[in-house]
Nanobody
Framework: QVQLVESGGGSVQAGGSLKLSCAAS????????MGWYRQAPGKERELVSS???????DYEDSVKGRFTISQDNAKNTLYLQMNSLKTEDTAVYYC????????????????WGQGTQVTVSS
């Protein structure tokens, strides 16, 4: 059974930094895509950053140059380093991974963490 547990959220002033972690169990890291989504109050969930199967990293335009996604396969952990935080980054952040099987990766985000709150104040 795949489980994803996020941590590292909190409250910070604008311009500050936070590092989110997502510890995975029951899942083989490095095989399939992984990502971070966020959902602000009254808004749809949006993809913030992802690592594709081949290792390519993508970022939503508003976080480029400020956020960095990374993974530690030995620890089965996904990270999101967030610098120069802005009030508009306030949201619940979720990690997600593609489904995987003996046939390969599913191509869709199938597993989700419970979310961690990030609040940025001015």
């Amino acid at each position: 059974q795949v489980q994803l547990v996020e941590s590292g959220g909190g409250s910070v002033q604008a311009g500050g930094s936070l590092k989110l972690s997502c510890a995975a169990s029951g899942y083989i890291f490095s095989r399939c895509g992984m990502g971070w989504y966020r959902q602000a109050p009254g808004k749809e969930r949006e993809l913030v950053s992802s690592i594709r199967r081949g290792g390519t990293k993508d970022y939503e335009d508003s976080v480029k140059g400020r956020f960095t996604i990374s993974q530690d396969n030995a620890k089965n952990t996904l990270y999101l380093q967030m610098n120069s935080l802005k009030t508009e980054d306030t949201a619940v952040y979720y990690c997600t991974v593609e489904g995987q099987s003996l046939l390969g990766c599913s191509g869709s985000w199938e597993y989700w963490g419970q979310g961690t709150q990030v609040t940025v104040s001015s």
